[in-house]
């Protein structure tokens, strides 16, 4: 019965290991497509006075399961989507979008 119980401790610890790996990667994925995103968003933005370029932060979350990358410009919504005024001039989502497919390639990979 011993010798039964022996292989389930090594079972249930193989899984956490692979636990504790599959973790691993998914932060190590969230974090470079987070910066990826961060730095595409950079490129892509506008400069004036190199305030929206200078506010576009990344903030990791949840352990590193999760991450937001912000522009803390007041006004970098109206620069994204455009006024009546002004056109659009995208740099947060052409850049959340090759995050994105850089994220899944990670994923796929394990």
């Known amino acids: 019965m011993s010798r ?10 193989g899984l956490r290991q692979i636990e504790k790996d599959q973790e691993k990667a998914a ?3 969230v974090s470079q497509s987070a910066y990826l995103l961060e ?3 950079k490129a892509l933005a ?14 990791i979350k949840d352990g590193g399961l999760s ?10 919504l109206f620069v994204e989507y455009g006024t ?3 056109e659009a001039q995208q740099f947060m989502t052409p850049a959340y979008f090759k995050a994105k ?3 899944e390639r990670l994923i796929e990979r394990g």
């Not at 190199?50 to 576009?56: A, H, N, P, T, V």
């Not at 991450?67 to 970098?76: D, F, K, L, W």
């Open 46 to 59: 506008p400069v004036d006075t190199g305030y929206l370029r200078g506010s576009i932060k990344t903030h």
């Open 67 to 76: 991450a937001e990358v912000i522009s803390h410009a007041e006004y970098s």
């Open 39 to 41: 730095a595409q968003a």
């Open 84 to 86: 009546s005024k002004q």
């Open 27 to 29: 932060k190590k994925a």
């Open 101 to 103: 497919e850089h994220f």
């Open 4 to 13: 039964y119980i022996q292989g389930l401790d090594n079972v249930i610890s």
